[in-house]
């Protein structure tokens, strides 16, 4: 893991990515019904990450799909997020630029720590009223695109967010990626084939149209732990 302030913005949190993804690079099957495949090791990867991160984000469908409650994992990473400092819960963060996401995803039910919704003003003024009554937060972050540098400087100034885990979707991803803004990649490669021309990826969406504008990674390091690949990617300079 690297936090070097040197790595990214001050200003902004450190941003580190964790995904978990085929050996032919799909981090879920073409109708999205199969989106977890990892092993229980990847599975506490994920506690151990978000351990040593002030708050985790996905968007919202990704949400909606996992049934995620974007919790602490359990008593033995509630004590390890004590040591490194941090609080006994991340605050949540949730991302969609127009606000669609289930009122009754069960995110919403378990209200252990701050849920935040990133959106824009594309989110109808209903919509916004109705999620207003579901989180602790909606930050209202660009006309019709989320202005990611801009909300990640506000979740720091606002809720003292100095590491940010992301856990996707590939378009959330992608988004960073072009706004240069992630600094570590921590990738799961699992011993499957899933194929499909529209099996969504770690980085989806927009995308680059040039060479040139890829950003670039190193290899930190590679484990083998009984079949699958952890690996971590810091920033290149």
């Known amino acids: 893991m690297n936090s070097n302030p040197k790595t990214h913005n001050a200003k902004t949190p450190f941003v580190f990515v964790n995904m978990a993804m085929t050996a032919d690079g799909k981090i879920a099957t073409a109708n999205r019904a199969v989106h977890a495949f990892g092993s229980q090791r990847d599975r506490a990867h994920l506690y151990e990450l978000r351990a040593t991160a002030d708050a985790v984000m996905c968007g919202a469908r990704t949400v909606e799909i996992s049934q995620s409650i974007l919790g602490n994992g359990g008593e033995k990473f509630r004590k390890s997020r004590l040591k490194h ?3 006994e819960y991340p605050v949540r963060v949730i991302v969609s630029g127009t606000g669609s996401i289930d009122r009754a995803a ?3 039910k378990k209200r252990f720590s701050p849920i935040i919704l990133l959106t824009t003003e594309r989110a109808p003024a209903k919509t916004l009223a109705q999620l207003r009554q579901l989180t602790d937060h909606v930050k209202i972050c660009g006309k019709t695109e989320i202005n990611f540098p801009s909300a990640l400087r506000w979740l720091r100034n606002e809720f003292g967010v100095k590491r940010l885990l992301c856990e996707g979707g590939g378009e959330l ?3 960073l990626f072009r706004a240069d803004l992630i600094g ?3 990738l799961t490669i699992c011993p499957s084939i899933f194929g499909g021309r529209r099996a969504p990826t770690i980085a989806d969406g927009m995308g680059l149209e040039q ?4 950003k670039n990674f190193k290899i930190q390091s590679i484990r083998a732990v009984k ?6 990617f810091i920033k290149h300079k």
């Open 184 to 186: 570590e990649i921590n």
């Open 227 to 232: 079949g699958e690949l952890f690996t971590v």
């Open 85 to 87: 400092g941090l609080a």
């Open 211 to 214: 060479l040139a504008g890829a």
């Open 173 to 175: 991803n992608d988004a």
């Open 106 to 108: 069960k995110i919403f």
